[in-house]
T-cell receptor, first 114, second 116 residues
Framework: EAGVVQSPRYKIIEKKQPVAFWCNPI?????LYWYRQNLGQGPELLIR????????DSQLPKDRFSAERLKGVDSTLKIQPAELGDSAVYLC????????????FGEGSRLTVL | AQTVTQSQPEMSVQEAETVTLSCTYD???????LFWYKQPPSRQMILVIR??????QNATENRFSVNFQKAAKSFSLKISDSQLGDAAMYFC?????????????FGKGTSLLVTP
């Protein structure tokens, strides 16, 4: 069974440029999460989807970040314009939502903003 | 909001020895889940072990076991017979049981070094 797939793995951009990250969750997983992990820190939730509905986006900086999950499957996280402080690893995770609580993570997208 | 604290930024253990990683959390809830996740360098995060708060028995998974002290809000991970492949960042995480899809709250992690 394929795991959570993310792309790109690495991205280097100049500040003020836009960037987008893509995530394909495990088939059948209704809940999708985007986390941001700063260097040496634990992941912090940006947004959580139940199917195509964003049910928790309280930590998403909405002035520059946006996300979508069309048809309740793939998801895209966008930053426009990027700032130096956005350099981090962006992790996507999915879960069945069946009460076990386990999240399955992708390998992450490492963003460097110069 | 529930907070998770890992007070050991780094730990070191010799191969074949035992090491314990500490985690404490703050919550007013009585029903929740606790997790330990492993994140090898440049690789994806994977679940090591999970504990349901309503269970008194400590969870075990092969060489990994936990010491869950609900009253003390403590959840430590013991790794027995440490192997070189155990070297990684270890994250403790909390999740409410109120809804099955709720996100995990992570601690800042403990970097585990395994020496030959």
């Amino acid at each position: 069974e394929a795991g959570v797939v993310q792309s790109p793995r690495y991205k280097i951009i100049e500040k003020k440029q836009p960037v987008a990250f893509w995530c394909n969750p495990i088939s059948g997983h209704n809940t999708l999460y985007w986390y941001r992990q700063n260097l040496g820190q634990g992941p912090e939730l940006l947004i959580r989807y139940e199917n195509e509905e964003a049910v928790d986006d309280s930590q998403l900086p909405k002035d520059r970040f946006s996300a979508e999950r069309l048809k309740g499957v793939d998801s895209t996280l966008k930053i426009q314009p990027a700032e130096l402080g956005d350099s981090a690893v962006y992790l996507c995770a999915s879960s069945l939502g069946d009460g076990t609580g386990e999240l399955f993570f992708g390998e992450g997208s490492r963003l460097t903003v110069l | 909001a529930q907070t998770v604290t890992q007070s050991q930024p780094e730990m070191s253990v010799q191969e074949a020895e035992t090491v314990t990683l500490s985690c404490t959390y703050d919550t007013s809830e009585s029903d929740y889940y606790l997790f330990w996740y492993k994140q090898p360098p440049s690789r994806q995060m994977i679940l090591v072990i999970r504990q349901e708060a309503y269970k008194q028995q400590n969870a075990t998974e092969n060489r990994f076991s936990v010491n869950f002290q609900k009253a003390a809000k403590s959840f430590s991970l013991k790794i027995s017979d440490s192997q070189l492949g155990d070297a990684a960042m270890y994250f403790c995480a909390y999740r409410t049981a109120r809804h099955s899809g709720y996100a995990l709250n992570f601690g800042k992690g403990t970097s585990l070094l395994v020496t030959p």
